[in-house]
């Protein structure tokens, strides 16, 4: 089989020395990594820079991207160039990326002028100004390589990255895809049926669906969802490596 898997967590610049990213370690994508690549299959393994990977192996390709925009541009290049049995998607990808940062002054005095100019006859009336506002301002190209600190608040503008795991089928039909959900600090129930509805959405074949609080070193509970919404459960990463890679190998024999 040749298997593509991501994992570690995207990271979103700011400026040029300052990010925004998240926790993510990739050691679960390892973990499924090293148990495919045990049993002899092929892997291209896309990663961050800081995230733990899988040993070096002739069957293993390793790929690294830093941004959302980045895993974008590869998965696209990737997809259109290989046909994939399976599609590990572990990687936690950021939901939003940076726009523009600007001190509180600059935004205070934008919203000032305009409003100056305007007559504010309503309450809807002064949300559009503010809205305008917003918009142009978030249109601006952020032209400091590092924002100064001299402000007592920086407003940081963010806009929605999209959501990678949705082009997949787009490119790739018939792949066994495997999407993962974390959640924190809920029950079973509702990781059960969020997982289910993220499945449904992006037309997995499985979802991983997991509670940060229930991820401690090596323990790590999951439910694995399948598409007929049989739920299995594993306790640790090594446990839910096995059950992935042993559910992917039964599905691609059919």
């Given at each position: ?36 690549l ?5 892997v ?6 800081y995230?733990?990977?899988?040993a ?49 002054e ?34 601006q190209?952020?032209s400091?390589k ?10 940081l ?13 787009e ?33 997995c ?17 999951g ?32």
């Amino acid at each position: 089989m040749k298997v593509l898997i991501t994992a570690g967590g995207t990271s979103e610049k700011i400026d040029n020395v300052r990010s925004i990213t998240n926790h993510s370690t990739g050691r679960l994508g390892r973990t499924i990594a090293e148990i495919f690549l045990e049993k002899g299959h092929q892997v291209i393994y896309l990663t961050t820079p800081y995230a733990v990977r899988p040993a070096e192996n002739k069957q293993l390709t390793v790929i690294e991207i830093e941004t959302t925009a980045e895993l974008q541009q590869q998965m696209k290049m990737l997809l259109s160039n290989h046909n994939f049995d399976s599609i590990i998607h572990s990687m936690a990808v950021s939901d939003f990326s940076s726009e523009i940062s600007i001190p509180e002054e600059e935004l205070i005095q934008n919203l000032t002028k305009k409003l100056q100019k305007e007559e504010l006859s309503t309450g809807q009336k002064i949300s559009e100004i503010i809205k305008s506002v917003l918009d142009s301002l978030g249109q601006q190209s952020q032209s400091e390589k590092k924002i100064s600190s001299n402000t007592d608040r920086l407003l940081l503008f963010l806009k929605k990255n999209p959501k990678i795991i949705a082009m997949i089928r787009e490119h790739q039909p018939d792949t066994i895809l495997v999407g993962f959900k974390l959640l924190v600090g809920v029950t079973d129930n509702e990781l059960i049926n969020v997982g289910t509805a993220t499945l449904e959405k992006n037309h997995c074949d499985f979802v991983l669906a997991n509670d940060l609080e229930n991820i401690q070193g090596n323990n790590h509970r999951g439910l694995l969802i399948h598409a007929d919404h049989h739920v299995e459960t594993a306790d640790t990463k090594k446990e839910i490596a096995q059950l992935i890679v042993k559910n992917v190998e039964k599905l691609s024999r059919f």
